[in-house]
Each structure stands twice: as structure tokens, then as C-alpha cells.
T-cell receptor
């Protein structure tokens, strides 16, 4: 079945450091890919998405490129801030015509120190 | 515009009891999904409802059930609670466009503790 593997955390960085969170997936077909973020005590918020190979999703300085050849969707940010401290989830969408289901990775906790 | 509203936010039950959680989706969203989040198992899909019909179901026992009303509001029910049902239950709503590419908007969750 479909699955998502994320690098385990926590990832601890200093402010203004470069961030990479690795995400690889196994899926039939070509699902849409998403990154969601969860701040303490809150639900998940969409960070960015890509719907087809070579698409780049971007938002708030975060970027991820849908790489079909390596089945990856790594999240990057050039300069992290303390406010980016949260748990990040990579997810893949359901196959076409199968409704709205997400398969999530295990999440990666990011801690940014001033 | 109002987001996804889940009630109650926190609740404590004892083993063997049952619980009902409620979710009001964003206006205009007809798809409502439920997820269970635990430290050990992460985020797991429970079920999805669209137009009052269950469209997809995850791999959970029959003690977990749900329904959707004509106004798209949804409820999920867990009967005969077990300690392992302690979790954050997240509801998400979505417009229904090209399947699989829809963005899910999540509520803040209902945190259930089973004693």
C-alpha cells in the first residue's frame, strides 16, 4: 500500500540556518504530495503542495519539489526562524477518483533556537 | 470565514464508555474526513464522508463509526472505549474537485483521554 517515510526528529537548528526535511514515498500512480505543519495545541495547516512531477510547491519561504524519479518531496527553507518550530508532516493524496484521503509520514519535529 | 470547528476540545472517559465527537466543516465543503493522532501510530485515516455517504474507510475496528448530516456536519462515535483509544481526533473538510489533489483544512482536534 501507499506509504510515506520522513526523517526522524527532532531536528534542532539555530536561527537563520538552512533546513532540509527528507520525505520519500511509495505509491501507485502519481498522487499529489503535501506538506502540513502542526503548531503546539493546534490542528494541521497546509504548508504547500505539488500535484504532478517536477512541480515545485512553495509558501512562507518553504519549498519542495515533486521528484518522480527518486519518489521524494523534500522540504527546504533557506533561513529558519524561531517561529518555524513545529512538527512537519509529509503526506500523499489518494489516487484519482478515490476521494480525499491523506497518507501521512510520521512527522518531524523542528526546534529552532535563537 | 469560519474554519473547521470540533467539539468538544477535551474530554475524559472511562473504559467501556462511548463517546461522540462533532465536526462542523467550512461552509461549502461537502467532504469531511476523520483522523486519529497518537504518539505511537502517528496520523491514521479513519473515514471520509461525502454527501452523507461514507466514501472511504481506514483500517479501524467497527467500534469506530461516523455519519454525516445533510448540512455536511459530521459526527464520529467510538463505543466500548479502550485505553488505546486515547488520542487527538482530527476532523478535516474539503471542497470536492479533482480527487486526490484537494486541500484538507483541519480543525484543532478533540483530545480524548480514556482512563
Amino acid at each position: 500500500g501507499d506509504s510515506v517515510t520522513q526523517m526522524e526528529g527532532p531536528v534542532t537548528l539555530s536561527e537563520e540556518a538552512f533546513l532540509t526535511i527528507n520525505c520519500t514515498y511509495t505509491a501507485t500512480g502519481y498522487p499529489s504530495l503535501f506538506w502540513y505543519v502542526q503548531y503546539p495545541g493546534e490542528g494541521l495547516q497546509l504548508l504547500l503542495k505539488a500535484t504532478k512531477a517536477d512541480d515545485k510547491g512553495s509558501n512562507k519561504g518553504f519549498e519542495a519539489t515533486y521528484r518522480k524519479e527518486t519518489t521524494s518531496f523534500h522540504l527546504e527553507k533557506g533561513s529558519v526562524q524561531v517561529s518555524d518550530s513545529a512538527v512537519y508532516f509529509c503526506a500523499l493524496g489518494s489516487p484519482n477518483n478515490a476521494g480525499n484521503m491523506l497518507t501521512f509520514g510520521g512527522g518531524t519535529r523542528l526546534m529552532v533556537k535563537p | 470565514k469560519a474554519g473547521v470547528t470540533q467539539t468538544p476540545r477535551y474530554l475524559i472517559k472511562t473504559r467501556g464508555q462511548q463517546v461522540t465527537l462533532s465536526c462542523s466543516p467550512i461552509s461549502g465543503h461537502r467532504s469531511v474526513s476523520w483522523y486519529q493522532q497518537t504518539p505511537g501510530q502517528g496520523l491514521q485515516f479513519l473515514f471520509e464522508y461525502f454527501s452523507e455517504t461514507q466514501r472511504n474507510k481506514g483500517n479501524f475496528p467497527g467500534r469506530f463509526s461516523g455519519r454525516q448530516f445533510s448540512n455536511s456536519r459530521s459526527e464520529m462515535n467510538v463505543s466500548t472505549l479502550e485505553l488505546g483509544d486515547s488520542a487527538l481526533y482530527l476532523c478535516a473538510s474539503s471542497r470536492d474537485g479533482p480527487s486526490g489533489a484537494n486541500v484538507l483544512t483541519f480543525g484543532a482536534g478533540s483530545r480524548l483521554t480514556v482512563l
